[in-house]
């Protein structure tokens, strides 16, 4: 994105960093024992900002699954994102509760600028989604 003009104010003390990068960096990843021909599960990526603002629909993105099973997602900014695959609706994928509680299933990806990280993540079960959307 472009930037015309930026006005920051900082308060005394305060450091900033600021990285500028014409490389962005990308995740590029698998569904271990994916079934080609079985429903696709959808592929979330949870910004790494979350850690600080906390889970919301903004820090949020879903990724489309090829029929291998493998997916990717370009154009990230570095820093260490959480991805999850599973058969989830999307108002399930933006309750803040629910990301909250899946945090220890998500794969940490650490992504630096002009790279492409592997990741390989294990679906979550029907029956996992099922105690997750519905309390089964």
Do not use: C
């Not at 695959?85 to 899946?102: I, Y």
């Not at 790279?115 to 390989?120: K, L, N, Q, R």
């Amino acid at each position: 994105k472009d930037a015309e003009a930026m006005r920051l104010m900082l308060s005394p003390g305060v450091a900033l960093a600021i990285t500028l990068s014409t490389q962005p960096g990308s995740i590029d990843g698998s569904i271990a024992d994916f079934k080609a021909g079985e429903s696709t599960p959808r592929v979330l990526v949870v910004h790494p900002d979350f850690e600080a603002s906390g889970f919301d629909g903004e820090s949020v993105a879903t990724v489309p699954v090829d029929q291998t099973g493998r997916f990717r997602l370009d154009g990230l900014t570095a820093g260490v994102y959480r991805v999850l695959a599973g058969d989830l609706e999307w108002s399930t994928l933006k309750d803040p509760a629910v990301l909250e509680r899946l945090s220890g299933r998500m794969a940490k990806v650490d992504v630096k600028y002009g790279s492409a990280v592997p990741v390989t993540v294990q679906a979550l079960s029907a029956k996992e989604v099922d105690e997750i959307e519905f309390g089964n």
